[in-house]
C-alpha cells in the first residue's frame, strides 16, 4: 500500500504515462521509413496513443483517425465524479493537439464496415477510407442478454456508467437525490471486463461520498467473482476509510446476478433473496466493440485475438486491434495499457512499412486506484 495525495496520483500517472514510450527502438523513430496509409479507429487511450506515435516515429506515414465523437471522456477518474472530487470537465478531453501538433487527420464519424481485402474502411456516411494497415481500437459494447431484464432501456433506471458520459452524470444524479441511510448496489461482472479494479475503487469513492454526506447509508458489492483486484489492499483501505460500511459479497456467497427487476428497483442473485437498491449500478458482461464483430475479428468468446508482437489480427492480415477489445492477457483491459499496447502497435507498422525486423516489445501496464482523496494504491508489471 502506498498513501499518495491528489496532485501526487496526477503527477505519477502523468510521469509513468511519459516513460512508457516504445521501449528498445529509439533508432527506428530517427531512420527515414517507407511512407503508406494507416486508418486507425476508436481515439481512446489505444487509439490516440497509436495515432501520435505512427507520425511521430514516421513523418512519411499518412495517419487518419477514425472517432465517433467530438469529445472524450476518460473512464479513468469517472470515478473521482461519481465521489464528488472532480467534474465532467476534468475527464472531457478534444482531439486538437492530434491534428495541430501531430499531423494526425481526425475524421468525427463511425465506422460501419471493414473490407479486408479491398483494404477499406467504409463509413457511416458513405464514404470509404483506404489502408495500407488498420489499427481497431473499439473498445467495448455490453453483452444486453446475460443478465435478465437489463437491457439498454433499463441502463436508464439502473446506469452501467462504464462508459463515461451521460451514464456517469445520471449515476452521480441518483446518488445526490438517495436519502440518508440508503443502499447503494454496485453488480460486478465476471472476467475478462474493462478496468478490473473499476468498482471496488467506484465503491471506495462513492463511500467517501457517502460519508460525508449521507453517512448513514451502506454499499452492497454483487460480484460475479470468487476474488477481485487487489482485493486486500482495498479491504485494508475500506477499514480504515470506511469501516462497517461496505459489504463485498462474492461468487461462492451468491454474488453473480442473474436478473433484475427494474420497476422494484432489485437485484436477483444466483441464490438468496432479491435484494433492493435505492441506487442500483448494474456493470454487464462485456465483449469488444462491435465493429470488431463486423469485421470478423472476434472469436466465440467475443473478444479479437492477436500476435501479442505486433498486436496483428489473427483472423485478418494488415488489421491491429488493441486496447480493451484485444485478447493480450496476462495484460488487463486498461487506459494504461492501451496506451503501451499502441505505442508497440505503432512501431510494429512502421517496421512492417519500411522493412525493418521488429525486435521483441516491452509491454507495461501501471494500475493505480484511489481508495479516498489521499489514499492511493498501485499495481505494476512489465513484460518481455
Not at 482531439?95 to 457511416?124: E, N, Q, T
Not at 467506484?202 to 460519508?211: G, T
Not at 493505480?368 to 494504491?377: K, Q, R, T
Request: proline share 7%; glycine share 10%; net charge neutral.
Amino acid at each position: 500500500m502506498s498513501r499518495i495525495t491528489r496532485r501526487d496520483f496526477v503527477y505519477s500517472v502523468g510521469a509513468l504515462g511519459a516513460a512508457t514510450s516504445v521501449l528498445g527502438w529509439p533508432a527506428l523513430g530517427q531512420a527515414k521509413t517507407a511512407g503508406g496509409r494507416v486508418v486507425v479507429i476508436g481515439g481512446g487511450f489505444g487509439g490516440a496513443s497509436c495515432a501520435k506515435y505512427l507520425r511521430r516515429l514516421s513523418a512519411d506515414i499518412d495517419v487518419t483517425l477514425v472517432e465517433r465523437d467530438l469529445k472524450f471522456m476518460t473512464c479513468p477518474f469517472s470515478n473521482a465524479v461519481l465521489g464528488g472530487l472532480y467534474d465532467m470537465d476534468f475527464i472531457t478531453h478534444d482531439y486538437k493537439a492530434l491534428r495541430d501538433d501531430h499531423g494526425v487527420r481526425v475524421v468525427h464519424d463511425s465506422a460501419v464496415d471493414i473490407d479486408p481485402d479491398a483494404r477499406k474502411v467504409r463509413l457511416d456516411c458513405g464514404s470509404q477510407l483506404a489502408y495500407d494497415r488498420l489499427v481497431v481500437s473499439p473498445g467495448i459494447d455490453f453483452q444486453w442478454d446475460e443478465i435478465e431484464g437489463y437491457d439498454e432501456a433499463a441502463s436508464k433506471a439502473m446506469p452501467h456508467a462504464w462508459k463515461a458520459g451521460k451514464q456517469t452524470k445520471l449515476l452521480r444524479k441518483q446518488l445526490e437525490a438517495m436519502p440518508d441511510g440508503g443502499t447503494v448496489i454496485i453488480a460486478a461482472p465476471a472476467n475478462p471486463f474493462r478496468c478490473p479494479p473499476g468498482p471496488y475503487e467506484r465503491a471506495s469513492l462513492i463511500a467517501h461520498y457517502l460519508k460525508h454526506n449521507k453517512p448513514r447509508s451502506k454499499i452492497l458489492i454483487f460480484d460475479a467473482k470468487p476474488k477481485f483486484s487487489k482485493q486486500p489492499l482495498f479491504e485494508q483501505g475500506w477499514e480504515a476509510l470506511y469501516p462497517g460500511m461496505i459489504e463485498w459479497i462474492g461468487e461462492t456467497d451468491g454474488g453473480a446476478i442473474e436478473g433484475v427487476d427494474v420497476k422494484a428497483m432489485t437485484v436477483n442473485p444466483t441464490f438468496g433473496e432479491p435484494t433492493r437498491g435505492d441506487v442500483v449500478n448494474v456493470i454487464p458482461p462485456q465483449k469488444a466493440g462491435a465493429i470488431a464483430e463486423v469485421a470478423g475479428l472476434t472469436d466465440d468468446n467475443g473478444w479479437c485475438p492477436i500476435d501479442q508482437g505486433t498486436f496483428e489480427s489473427r483472423l485478418q492480415k494488415h488489421v491491429h486491434v488493441i486496447g480493451d477489445a484485444a485478447t493480450a492477457a496476462p495484460m488487463p483491459k486498461s487506459g494504461f495499457a492501451a496506451s503501451s499496447q499502441g505505442k508497440v502497435c505503432a512501431t510494429a507498422i512502421v517496421a512492417s512499412l519500411s522493412g525493418r525486423e521488429l525486435p521483441a516489445p516491452s509491454l507495461v501496464n501501471t494500475c493505480y486506484s484511489l481508495v479516498g482523496p489521499d489514499y492511493g494504491i498501485s499495481v505494476a508489471a512489465v513484460a518481455y
